[in-house]
């Protein structure tokens, strides 16, 4: 049996050392944002919070930063407030054309973002509408909308419609059924839709290169001007900034949902 | 039944804001001097510099998931076998970087391949050459398959959950060997899964933006760059309209024909 051990052995160290370097850039990143040096230095070589400080004081972070949370906010709650009756929808019903309607609302994931940032910078152009907050939102709404979509139908898939029939029998209204019922069921896939969307639209450089301009601009756009003129250690503590955000959400959405069940990973297998 | 009308406000902004637009930017691709005609697509398929920029993204987005398919596999198989005690610590360093945004991890690789970068510094201890990485084609390769092998993994893993664990056993049984088993049922079984993966990253690898502008720098274009370019900096809508409708064609085609391919082998499966 050793060459089962060997290869068992060779999975394993095949499989940590892949994990290191999916972590590796990510570590690097967070690590240079600490040196005290004045330019970029891996090792650091020292341990400060300078650059941290530089960038609230600096004029260009902070108004991005708040722009990004904005708009952030603003996509959850577009997200939401049509993905999550899509998803019902579509739950109810059958067919070619519902299963082709599903294709349609999770289509955005497939064509380029850069066309569709492209696209919508053009519509809003002949509407003469001017970049805001909004109109950044509503973009990067196009590109959230089938994670929400995706996530509540697979919490509904988990629902047994015998417990909504059953409160429909017992006299509950279609709302009531709903609200008590039907959605205490579906919240992980509610909460990961929400912390999806608002991953999706902090992360979100290639809708909202285009949608941008000076006043509004989010902070990864900032972010990736700012890298392509200078290499200052400033620029890694803001990275570092987009970093630990995901990280927190990353950790909230473990808590409330498991990150396996989101990913289409089961804990358990069945037998 | 009144909830399928709940897809309705989904259907309407999707119109709104992603057919209307896209239909309008095939306009503007079509009719470049104010009239009907393709100058614009004989333009770019007729200049070699432009031919070039599409070679490359198709060549490095075809080595980009080749790369990330081999290297998926042993992980997807460690992650698919719930029995194992770090696979909470696998999952999460190999989920987590997806939802980090592209902007950073790129900012990782910079500093890891650039000229003082650790890459480097390793290759120059070990006297193999002072050359680096960064603004290089393998470069992007590198920090793409980092970008995108998340979104190889999960779909293998979920794949190779859905084998049934006694097609495994009876092929022991029938003395099937270890290789024998892994090329004759786990990998035909997995090979939805594969399909899945590979043509989510080519497609992402082919639009993506921020990786290539960062990790190639303008001397190495792709598509993403050509449009942007030509649509931001030069103003010539024709022309990126036809540039974003050609990538759009090339992602496109890879979908259609993988959807086909899925809708052909279920309607196969069916008795």
Same mark, same amino acid.
């Given at each position: 049996?050793?060459?089962?051990?060997?290869?068992?052995?060779?999975?394993?160290?095949?499989?940590?050392?892949?994990?290191?370097?999916?972590?590796?850039?990510?570590?690097?990143?967070?690590?240079?944002?600490?040196?005290?040096?004045?330019?970029?230095?891996?090792?650091?070589?020292?341990?400060?919070?300078?650059?941290?400080?530089?960038?609230?004081?600096?004029?260009?972070?902070?108004?991005?930063?708040?722009?990004?949370?904005?708009?952030?906010?603003?996509?959850?709650?577009?997200?939401?407030?049509?993905?999550?009756?899509?998803?019902?929808?579509?739950?109810?019903?059958?067919?070619?054309?519902?299963?082709?309607?599903?294709?349609?609302?999770?289509?955005?994931?497939?064509?380029?973002?850069?066309?569709?940032?492209?696209?919508?910078?053009?519509?809003?152009?002949?509407?003469?509408?001017?970049?805001?907050?909004?109109?950044?939102?509503?973009?990067?709404?196009?590109?959230?909308?089938?994670?929400?979509?995706?996530?509540?139908?697979?919490?509904?898939?988990?629902?047994?419609?015998?417990?909504?029939?059953?409160?429909?029998?017992?006299?509950?209204?279609?709302?009531?059924?709903?609200?008590?019922?039907?959605?205490?069921?579906?919240?992980?896939?509610?909460?990961?839709?929400?912390?999806?969307?608002?991953?999706?639209?902090?992360?979100?450089?290639?809708?909202?290169?285009?949608?941008?301009?000076?006043?509004?601009?989010?902070?990864?756009?900032?972010?990736?001007?700012?890298?392509?003129?200078?290499?200052?250690?400033?620029?890694?503590?803001?990275?570092?900034?987009?970093?630990?955000?995901?990280?927190?959400?990353?950790?909230?959405?473990?808590?409330?949902?498991?990150?396996?069940?989101?990913?289409?990973?089961?804990?358990?297998?069945?037998? | 039944?009144?909830?399928?009308?709940?897809? @309705?406000? %989904? !259907?309407?902004?999707?119109?709104?804001? +992603? =057919?209307?637009?896209?239909? *309008?930017?095939?306009?503007? &691709?079509?009719?470049?001097?104010?009239?009907?005609?393709?100058?614009?697509?004989?333009?770019?398929?007729?200049?070699?510099?432009?031919?070039?920029?599409?070679?490359?993204?198709?060549?490095?987005?075809?080595?980009?998931?080749?790369?990330?398919?081999?290297?998926?596999?042993?992980?997807?198989?460690?992650?698919?076998?719930?029995?194992?005690?770090?696979?909470?610590?696998?999952?999460?360093?190999?989920?987590?970087?997806?939802?980090?945004?592209?902007?950073?991890?790129?900012?990782?690789?910079?500093?890891?391949?650039?000229?003082?970068?650790?890459?480097?510094?390793? @290759?120059? %201890? !070990?006297?193999?050459?002072?050359?680096? +990485? =960064?603004?290089?084609?393998? *470069?992007?390769?590198?920090? &793409?398959?980092?970008?995108?092998?998340?979104?190889?993994?999960?779909?293998?893993?979920?794949?190779?959950?859905?084998?049934?664990?006694?097609?495994?056993?009876?092929?022991?049984?029938?003395?099937?060997?270890?290789?024998?088993?892994?090329?004759?049922?786990?990998?035909?079984?997995?090979?939805?899964?594969?399909?899945?993966?590979?043509?989510?990253?080519?497609?992402?690898?082919?639009?993506?933006?921020?990786?290539?502008?960062?990790?190639?720098?303008?001397?190495?274009?792709?598509?993403?760059?050509?449009?942007?370019?030509?649509?931001?900096?030069?103003?010539?809508?024709?022309? %990126?309209?036809?540039?974003?409708?050609?990538? +759009?064609?090339?992602?496109?085609?890879?979908?259609?024909?993988?959807?086909?391919?899925?809708?052909?082998?279920?309607?196969?499966?069916?008795?």
């Amino acid at each position: 049996m050793s060459g089962a051990r060997i290869r068992e052995w060779l999975l394993r160290c095949y499989v940590a050392a892949m994990a290191v370097l999916m972590l590796l850039p990510i570590a690097v990143v967070l690590l240079t944002s600490l040196t005290p040096a004045a330019y970029i230095s891996f090792p650091p070589g020292g341990l400060s919070l300078r650059w941290y400080m530089a960038v609230a004081s600096a004029d260009e972070w902070v108004p991005s930063f708040l722009t990004s949370l904005q708009v952030g906010a603003i996509v959850i709650v577009c997200a939401l407030s049509i993905g999550v009756p899509a998803a019902l929808g579509l739950h109810a019903a059958t067919g070619r054309f519902a299963t082709a309607l599903q294709t349609f609302f999770l289509s955005p994931l497939m064509i380029p973002s850069l066309v569709i940032g492209l696209a919508i910078l053009r519509f809003y152009e002949s509407l003469a509408l001017p970049a805001s907050d909004l109109s950044v939102a509503l973009g990067q709404t196009m590109i959230a909308t089938p994670y929400v979509v995706r996530f509540v139908l697979a919490g509904l898939a988990g629902v047994d419609s015998g417990l909504t029939r059953a409160a429909r029998i017992l006299g509950s209204g279609p709302i009531r059924t709903f609200v008590k019922i039907t959605l205490p069921l579906i919240r992980h896939g509610l909460i990961a839709g929400a912390l999806f969307s608002f991953i999706v639209s902090i992360d979100d450089v290639n809708i909202a290169l285009f949608l941008s301009d000076v006043h509004v601009t989010p902070l990864s756009v900032q972010l990736l001007g700012y890298l392509q003129q200078s290499a200052d250690p400033q620029g890694a503590a803001v990275a570092s900034l987009l970093v630990i955000i995901a990280f927190v959400l990353i950790f909230v959405c473990d808590r409330l949902a498991g990150i396996d069940w989101l990913f289409g990973i089961r804990k358990t297998t069945v037998s | 039944m009144t909830s399928r009308g709940l897809v @309705l406000p %989904a !259907l309407a902004a999707y119109i709104v804001l +992603l =057919l209307w637009p896209l239909a *309008g930017v095939f306009w503007t &691709s079509i009719t470049p001097d104010g009239f009907v005609g393709l100058s614009a697509y004989t333009r770019f398929l007729s200049d070699g510099w432009f031919l070039s920029v599409l070679r490359r993204t198709v060549v490095l987005s075809l080595i980009t998931t080749a790369l990330t398919l081999v290297l998926s596999f042993p992980i997807a198989l460690y992650l698919s076998q719930t029995w194992r005690r770090g696979r909470t610590l696998v999952t999460f360093a190999i989920i987590a970087p997806m939802l980090v945004s592209a902007v950073a991890r790129s900012y990782g690789w910079i500093i890891i391949l650039g000229p003082a970068g650790i890459l480097s510094r390793c @290759l120059a %201890a !070990l006297g193999l050459g002072s050359g680096h +990485l =960064l603004y290089t084609e393998t *470069g992007i390769v590198i920090a &793409s398959v980092h970008l995108l092998l998340p979104l190889m993994v999960l779909p293998i893993a979920g794949s190779l959950q859905q084998i049934d664990p006694s097609l495994i056993r009876a092929a022991q049984i029938l003395g099937a060997g270890v290789t024998r088993i892994l090329f004759r049922v786990t990998l035909p079984m997995c090979i939805p899964g594969m399909t899945a993966g590979a043509v989510i990253v080519f497609c992402m690898c082919a639009s993506s933006f921020v990786t290539p502008a960062l990790i190639g720098g303008p001397t190495i274009p792709m598509m993403s760059f050509v449009i942007y370019q030509q649509a931001i900096q030069l103003i010539d809508w024709p022309f %990126a309209s036809a540039a974003a409708f050609i990538l +759009l064609a090339a992602t496109a085609s890879v979908t259609l024909a993988y959807l086909f391919w899925a809708g052909t082998r279920r309607a196969g499966a069916r008795p």
